[in-house]
T-cell receptor, first 116, second 111 residues
Framework: GAVVSQHPSRVICKSGTSVKIECRSL??????MFWYRQFPKQSLMLMAT?????????EQGVEKDKFLINHASLTLSTLTVTSAHPEDSSFYIC????????????FGQGTRLTVV | DAKTTQPPSMDCAEGRAANLPCNHS???????VYWYRQIHSQGPQYIIH???NNETNEMASLIITEDRKSSTLILPHATLRDTAVYYC????????????FGKGTHLIIQP
């Protein structure tokens, strides 16, 4: 199957700093990627849809100025957590899929963000 | 996307078949049933999906009732590595859409 890779897998940052997470589709092009967040012992929650060449669309309650998404190429989307705070500590996961109807989603391995 | 209901947890003995149920009584005619699993601290992994016919692949079988209001994921010979949270999701667009994850079923394979 197709491969989606995230980097870094783990990051610790100080409160008030910004952190960038990369999501790459390694062997296919993805015009759309998705970003999810997962808090401990909870399920994944969709944060935003990343659209190549246009603005991301955010789910209700997700601050677009805090979670900056850039999808500058067909194989790379980035999520920047700006002015991170301890409550932003979470597991961030991206996904992408091949073109076509009823295709499966391929997920990255996730990024564990800890804000201290 | 329609909502799904799954038991929060299940146990299964290693080597036996694991049968994971899912209710999706409000599924629409164009929505597929997808199953993913998430092993601790990893991204979800696709298992199988179907519309109305039963499906089988190298990982599992998917049995969908005739009225499409429920389905069962079958892992034919469970191993310890199958211990994970299993999510049943209904979606028309599949990977092309953002997915709505429920709480899933935590399947624990016992040695």
């Amino acid at each position: 199957g197709a491969v989606v890779s995230q980097h870094p897998s783990r990051v610790i940052c100080k409160s008030g700093t910004s952190v960038k997470i990369e999501c790459r589709s390694l062997d296919f092009q993805a015009t759309t990627m998705f970003w999810y967040r997962q808090f401990p012992k909870q399920s994944l929650m969709l944060m935003a849809t990343s659209n190549e060449g246009s603005k991301a669309t955010y789910e209700q309650g997700v601050e677009k100025d805090k979670f900056l998404i850039n999808h500058a190429s067909l194989t790379l989307s980035t999520l920047t957590v700006t002015s991170a705070h301890p409550e932003d500590s979470s597991f961030y996961i991206c996904s992408a899929s091949l073109l076509g109807a009823a295709t499966e989603a391929f997920f990255g391995q996730g990024t564990r963000l800890t804000v201290v | 996307d329609a909502k799904t209901t799954q038991p929060p947890s299940m146990d299964c003995a290693e080597g036996r078949a694991a049968n994971l149920p899912c209710n999706h009584s409000t599924i629409s005619g164009n929505e597929y049933v997808y199953w993913y699993r998430q092993i601790h601290s990893q991204g979800p992994q696709y298992i199988i999906h179907g519309l109305k016919n039963n499906e089988t692949n190298e990982m599992a079988s998917l049995i969908i009732t005739e009225d499409r209001k429920s389905s069962t994921l079958i892992l034919p010979h469970a191993t310890l590595r199958d211990t994970a949270v299993y999510y049943c999701i209904v979606s028309a667009g599949g990977g092309a859409d953002g997915l709505t994850f429920g709480k899933g079923t935590h399947l624990i394979i016992q040695p």
